[in-house]
């Protein structure tokens, strides 16, 4: 997914570099069709990635659930055992350390799913959000040369009444 939207970003980046310059300027002219396609490409591939990781929080919580109900399992069985061997005082006394042991045992079990798994989605989100980060960077300095080294907010088009296009390209 990051090489797919480093590939585009990178499409973006020749599509500024290879344009046609605008005369006496460092602005260039860029094909708008062309370029919002290219930059309705670069969403559909975050929003996918986006996709992705919402869906890797989600499996995170399935995972957490399952290890959750495992451990109960364990328990209830542990707690089975523990009532049938009630009878005779040494094994119940067996019993009740075996399911403290039991049940340490399944905290420990899901303890560590827990911490694999927030590993895990804690390594794909900062690699999201780095590939994000990097978008961002890149949007803004494509932005920027664009607009002659004047830095937009997203939505922002006060100077676009300043843009003067040569003769040839006037209706």
Do not use: C, W
């Not at 049938?84 to 005082?89: E, G, Q």
Request: no cysteine.
């Amino acid at each position: 997914m990051k090489d797919d939207v480093t590939s585009r970003l990178d499409a973006l980046r020749r599509a500024v570099d290879e344009a046609r310059s605008v005369p006496m300027s460092a602005s260039v002219m860029i094909n708008r069709s062309d370029f919002h396609a290219m930059l309705d490409d670069l969403e559909r591939v975050i929003d996918k990635t986006l996709s992705e990781a919402t869906e890797v929080v989600g499996d995170r919580a399935a995972v957490v659930a399952s290890g959750s109900e495992e451990a109960e399992e364990i328990l209830r069985q542990a707690r089975m055992q523990s009532e049938a061997l009630v009878s005779d005082t040494s094994v119940y006394q067996l019993a009740s350390e075996r399911a403290v042991e039991v049940q340490q045992a399944a905290a420990r079990e899901a303890a560590s799913l827990r911490a694999e798994t927030d590993e895990y989605v804690e390594g794909k989100l900062a690699n999201f959000e780095l590939t994000l980060e990097r978008t961002l960077e890149l949007v803004r300095k494509g932005r920027a040369q664009l607009s002659g080294g004047h830095s937009h907010r997203l939505g922002d088009d006060s100077d676009v009444h300043d843009i003067v296009l040569p003769d040839h390209l006037e209706r």
